[in-house]
């Protein structure tokens, strides 16, 4: 375990763009948490840093491990990732956020866009439709899409529902199984497949881990947000809220996400 001191040190963080950030934040500056990813303690007093914690910039912080993160946010400096330093001491990273990430595309042409689009961590808030090419992959009695992932060590092929050329994905309806509601995972490694009954061939498509927030657990975070940018635009909101969402949660999809925030934060 390592402690570790927050500075008011310049911090440079290379983002998954490729880009080289610096900031130098406000020595007096306070901090907001929004999120803890892995454990994260006050020195002063053993306590876990939680979301909605304020704390200054010289916080003495014990981080459990490496992995350990939390994203932070202030209404002078903006949103940060405040991470163990890789070299240990006593100084804590402020990683420079992501900003400006794209959503998911919209509709699904071909093959390499169903593999593009469920990849790495795919996010799903609640239930979204896709438009899938008819064209390409029609969609029937015969012919669908399914998704197989493991739970409880079996097996699980689940078909997906589908609406003319609507691709339907509704998290309780995946983890439904024999008809009985399942636990919803936070994370859960899946392959889609395209069935073909006529033909009895089934071709997989991808593989990812699907990610499933917790509404009510994210709407607490996304009000840390909403509490700091008050003086910010709507736009301007949606996009910090996209660049955490892909930052701590997965890849958005752009009408998944504006459903969800009309809906939970009148956004």
Do not use: C
Request: proline share 4%.
């Amino acid at each position: 375990m390592k402690t570790l001191i927050l500075s008011g040190m310049a911090a440079i963080g290379i983002l998954a763009t490729g880009f080289v950030a610096t900031y130098t934040p406000p020595v007096a500056d306070n901090y907001t948490v929004i999120k803890v990813d892995g454990k994260i303690t006050y020195v002063k007093n053993g306590k876990d840093l939680i979301t909605g914690d304020l704390f200054e910039s010289n916080e003495k912080l014990k981080f459990a491990t490496q992995e350990s993160r939390a994203a932070v946010i202030s209404s002078i400096s903006g949103r940060f990732v405040l991470t163990p330093d890789p070299k240990g001491g006593e100084a804590a990273n402020l990683l420079p956020a992501m900003s400006n990430v794209a959503t998911r595309s919209g509709a699904l042409i071909n093959a390499l866009d169903l593999k593009n689009h469920f990849s790495e961590n795919y996010l799903l808030l609640d239930e979204m439709e896709l438009k899938i090419n008819s064209e390409v992959y029609p969609m029937n009695n015969n012919n669908f899409f399914y998704l197989q992932y493991e739970m409880n060590g079996e097996v699980i092929p689940k078909k997906l529902d589908f609406t003319e050329d609507r691709l339907e994905l509704t998290a309780a309806e995946i983890y439904t199984i024999d008809g009985k509601p399942q636990p919803i995972p936070a994370e859960k490694e899946m392959s889609l497949y395209y069935r073909d009954n006529a033909n009895k061939k089934s071709t997989k498509i991808s593989e990812f881990t699907l990610v499933v927030p917790k509404s009510d657990v994210l709407k607490v975070e996304l009000e840390v947000i909403l509490g700091e940018l008050k003086s910010k635009s709507d736009e301007q909101i949606r996009s910090e809220i996209t660049a955490y969402m892909y930052e701590f949660y997965g890849k958005p999809q752009k009408e998944n996400l504006e459903d969800w925030l009309s809906k939970n934060m009148s956004l």
